[in-house]
């Protein structure tokens, strides 16, 4: 991996040096350490490779310590083009950079077991469809859109626990914000499954061992109450009996959740669980088809469990879907790397200070209806913005409102309509007053008829 080099670059001279437009091939080029930012501007990172060429653009922008909302509001203003910054680089306030630089190596909650992350990441894909997708139709495409997603990108790129929970905590005040279509899963159900995925297991035990740890003695793990263990048919080794333990299941489960409030971990993890000993795998999430749409959380659990049993217990169709999530979770991360974003998390909160509510339709982004973000250096997320079109109320079974069109284009459609009909009209009477009358029809009737428009 090659070094970037970086020079600052003054407020004024930002948007000539990020086109490539401003001769800086005789300034020295330093390391970070280096480089003394003297008033309002950007450090901007460059290969070194990039000056061989006459074209030098940067792929790193830091921020200045202070005052990086003023810059954002000058650019706006003054040099619109420029914005936002993250249209050409990576863009990072420089204390997101430092802790980036000095985060390897730390990772012990969220780094131990990357290989968990896919089907985390997958479970929740299926969760947040409300049951319309299986594994088979699922688009792989959907998993850069999953809070899952980030997290495992922040965990398996920068191995930092605090670097992860920081990621966390941002994307929690995320989804508290109301230009975004609200999600069937809060971020708060899925803590408690990230913090398992590095969870000890028995390679060789199988997902029994976890009808262990449901168990009152062991409340290290998982609440006290017990309610699986009653089923002991979902062991059996006849597949017929290993379904009937589970309707019977399913059927008692929901009565015990009737008239229950709030989120249950230990009742999501049991009935995902339940399912999964019915396959012996993952061949059998089609029978939470219906639960999971007033629990969404469940194919999130059941992703986990998929994760801890490993490949041994996947089906061909999981198998694949996971594979295809592993590919672009695994990347390694790099400082030269340009990242796929719209925008970049300093952006996202000045944007958010100025309480516009098209503050992010005016913003040129790789998809019309979603907004992509980097949260934290190397993980991105996707968002949807509720003018999108359509909005999803997670408190009605999967209603779906259609927002009324804009006003512009109510008004451009009316104009369109009363100039075709004035055309028509006026087309009308000249025809009229062009045919002759008959021998029957009088001139004050004629002469009426053509005052009207020639309508009857």
């Not at 594994?135 to 809070?147: D, E, G, K």
């Not at 017990?226 to 399913?250: C, H, K, P, Q, W």
């Not at 913005?385 to 927002?403: F, M, N, P, W, Y």
Request: hydrophobic share 40%; charged share 25%.
């Amino acid at each position: 991996m090659t070094e970037l080099k970086f020079v600052f670059s003054s407020r004024d001279d930002l948007p000539d040096a990020l086109f490539s437009m401003l001769d800086n091939s005789h300034i020295p080029k330093h390391s970070i350490e280096a480089v003394k930012a003297i008033g309002l501007g950007a450090i901007l990172g460059y290969p070194n490779q990039s000056f061989e060429h006459d074209y030098s653009s940067p792929y790193l922008v830091i921020l200045p310590p202070e005052k990086s909302f003023e810059l954002f509001a000058w650019l706006k203003t003054y040099a619109p083009e420029t914005f936002p910054l993250s249209q050409f680089g990576r863009v990072v306030s420089r204390a997101d950079y430092n802790s980036i630089k000095n985060s390897v190596g730390r990772g012990k909650l969220y780094w131990q077991r990357p290989d968990r992350w896919p089907s985390v990441v997958l479970g929740e894909m299926l969760a947040q469809s409300d049951g319309d997708s299986s594994v088979t139709s699922i688009p792989l495409s959907r998993a850069t859109a999953t809070y899952s997603f980030s997290v495992a990108r922040a965990s398996i790129a920068h191995k930092d626990d605090s670097v992860t929970q920081e990621c966390i905590n941002r994307l929690d005040f995320l989804s508290s914000d109301r230009r975004f279509v609200d999600r069937l899963i809060h971020i708060k159900s899925l803590q408690p499954l990230w913090e398992r995925v590095g969870m000890a297991w028995d390679d060789h035990a199988g997902a029994e061992q976890l009808l262990q740890k449901i168990h009152p003695e062991n409340k290290d793990l998982f609440s006290n109450r017990v309610s699986i263990t009653d089923y002991m048919g979902l062991l059996s080794d006849s597949a017929e009996n290993r379904v009937m333990a589970f309707r019977n299941f399913a059927k008692n489960w929901s009565v015990r959740l009737g008239g229950s409030r709030g989120h249950d971990s230990q009742a999501e993890l049991e009935i995902a669980l339940a399912a999964f000993l019915v396959g012996r795998g993952t061949s059998h999430a089609f029978l939470l088809k219906d639960i999971v749409r007033k629990h969404p959380s469940i194919y999130v659990w059941f992703g986990l469990i998929a994760a801890l049993c490993g490949p041994a217990s996947w089906d061909h169709a999981w198998a694949r879907a996971v594979k295809g999530i592993e590919k672009s979770l695994k990347s390694s991360f790099s400082w030269e790397e340009i990242s796929p974003c719209d925008i970049s998390w300093a952006e996202y909160r000045w944007l958010d200070s100025l309480d516009n509510e098209k503050a992010f339709q005016e913003l040129p982004k790789l998809l019309p209806k979603v907004l992509s973000m980097e949260i934290v250096p190397g993980a991105v997320c996707q968002f949807r913005l509720k003018s999108a079109g359509i909005i999803r109320d997670a408190e009605h079974s999967g209603t779906i409102v259609e927002e009324p069109v804009s006003t512009v284009e109510t008004d451009m459609l009316y104009k369109f309509v009363s100039e075709f009909m004035r055309i028509a009209d006026k087309n009308k009477l000249n025809l009229i007053e062009t045919i002759p009358p008959s021998s029957d029809d009088t001139a004050p009737k004629a002469r009426r008829t053509s005052s009207r428009g020639g309508r009857k």
